[in-house]
C-alpha cells in the first residue's frame, strides 16, 4: 500500500502545451518528460513542487497545485540529479552573455520568447 501526501506539485495543462519541450532541461529530477509530443510529469514522486520549469514555458503551460499525490522520492531523484548535473550545458545571460557559472541566472519572458538574464543585468532590464 502507498503512501500519499497533500503537496504542491506541478500541472500540466495539455491543451496549452505546444511540445516545444523547453521544461524537460530546467527539471533537475528529471520529473518532466516528453510523450506523444506533449510534457509530461510521468512519475509524481520525482516533482518536488519546486516550479522552477514555470518561467521557461512560453504558453503559460505549466502552473502548481496543492493536492493528494505521493511523497517526493530523495532517493530516487538523486541518481537522476547526479546525471543531469554531469552533463548539463549551462545557459547563458541575453544581454551580456554570462553564463550562470558566472553569475545566478533568472528565467525571464521578453517579446513573446523564454529566455534568461544574469542578476547583474537585471537592474537594467527593469530601470532602462
Ligand atoms: S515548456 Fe510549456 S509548452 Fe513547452 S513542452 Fe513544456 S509545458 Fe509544453
Given at each position: 500500500m502507498s503512501t500519499t501526501v497533500t503537496r504542491q506539485i506541478v500541472h500540466i495543462d495539455e491543451d496549452l502545451c505546444?511540445?516545444?519541450?523547453?521544461c524537460v532541461s530546467p527539471c533537475a529530477e528529471g520529473a518532466i518528460v516528453m510523450v506523444d509530443g506533449k510534457a509530461k510529469v510521468?512519475?509524481?514522486?520525482?516533482?518536488?513542487?519546486?516550479?522552477?520549469?514555470l518561467g521557461v514555458c512560453p504558453t503559460g503551460a505549466l502552473t502548481l497545485e496543492y493536492r493528494e499525490t505521493v511523497p517526493f522520492d530523495h532517493d530516487a531523484a538523486a541518481p537522476i540529479i547526479a546525471e543531469k548535473k554531469a552533463n548539463y550545458i549551462a545557459q547563458h545571460c541575453f544581454?551580456?552573455?554570462?553564463?550562470e557559472d558566472d553569475a545566478p541566472l533568472l528565467p525571464v519572458r521578453k517579446a513573446g520568447d523564454s529566455t534568461w538574464v544574469c542578476t547583474r543585468c537585471l537592474p537594467q532590464l527593469i530601470h532602462g
Open positions: 505546444n511540445g516545444c519541450g523547453t510521468v512519475k509524481e514522486e520525482l516533482c518536488d513542487g519546486a516550479g522552477f520549469c544581454i551580456c552573455g554570462a553564463s
